[in-house]
């Protein structure tokens, strides 16, 4: 069965990085588009980021454009986020998820990992 | 960015009861919606795509309508199992949006 496993996570400092990373086994991870949502502590749910299946493609929300890098290794079956200049209002529960559409990019989500916890504060 | 609003909010049921959940867009969307069902300290589960497409393994009690700006997820027969938070979201532009969440609790 299909599994997303994040980590990376942790407490940082306003202004500092964190990568996070998703390791991904029972897909075709080479051929899947994959993405990131976050979910602040009891709030919603807020799409981050989506990389196409061979890393040529990628979208950003307008919160994270500038920051935040989406890229992955399709060798490692792994997505990966490298995110800069953190604010408070990073600070969220961030899932990797699997693309819902079987041919290429729709922008629905219907694999979930069990997402990792990012804290930003001094 | 498109806005997405559900209504209620929150929504009180029983077991058995039919229960309805609206989705507006801020603009059309045509059928480019998704719903999910969230339980606490667990990650969003897919019931809906396409405004009425049940993914596999849902159960039948689950079914989306709607199209352009307007859209419902109806749940025919409440189950003990169904008490969560559900989300709309949709998947129209390079830039998807969630509605804010209708959390179903126990009358």
């Known amino acids: 069965q299909v599994q997303l496993v994040e980590s990376g996570g942790g407490v940082v400092q306003p202004g500092r990085s964190l990568g996070l990373s998703c390791v991904a086994s029972?897909?075709?991870?080479?051929?899947?588009?994959m993405h990131w949502v976050r979910q602040a502590p009891g709030k919603g749910l807020e799409w981050v980021a989506t990389?196409?299946?061979?890393?040529?493609?990628?979208f950003y929300s307008n919160s994270v454009k500038g920051r935040f890098s989406i890229s992955r290794d399709n060798s490692k079956n792994t997505l990966y986020l490298q995110m800069n200049s953190l604010r408070a209002e990073d600070t969220a529960l961030y899932y990797c998820?699997?693309?819902?559409?079987?041919?290429?990019?729709?922008?629905?989500?219907?694999?979930w990992g069990q997402g990792t916890l990012v804290t930003v504060s001094s | 960015d498109i806005q997405m609003t559900q209504s209620p909010s929150t929504l009180s049921a029983s077991v058995g009861d039919r229960v309805t959940i609206t989705c507006r867009a801020s603009?059309?969307?045509?059928?480019?919606l998704a719903w999910y069902q969230q339980k606490p300290g667990k990650a969003p589960n897919l019931l809906i795509y396409?405004?009425?497409s049940l993914e596999s393994g849902v159960p039948s009690r689950f079914n989306g309508s709607g199209s352009g700006t307007e859209f419902t997820l109806t749940i025919s027969s409440l189950q003990p199992d169904d008490f969560a938070t559900y989300y709309c979201?949709?998947?129209?532009?390079?830039?998807?949006?969630f509605g804010q969440g209708t959390n179903v609790e126990v009358k």
């Open positions: 998820a699997r693309e819902g559409s079987s041919s290429g990019y729709s922008g629905y989500f219907d694999f």
């Open positions: 029972g897909l075709t991870f080479s051929s899947s588009v």
């Open positions: 990389i196409s299946f061979d890393g040529n493609i990628k």
């Open positions: 603009q059309s969307i045509s059928s480019w």
């Open positions: 396409k405004a009425s």
């Open positions: 979201q949709q998947y129209n532009s390079f830039s998807p949006t």
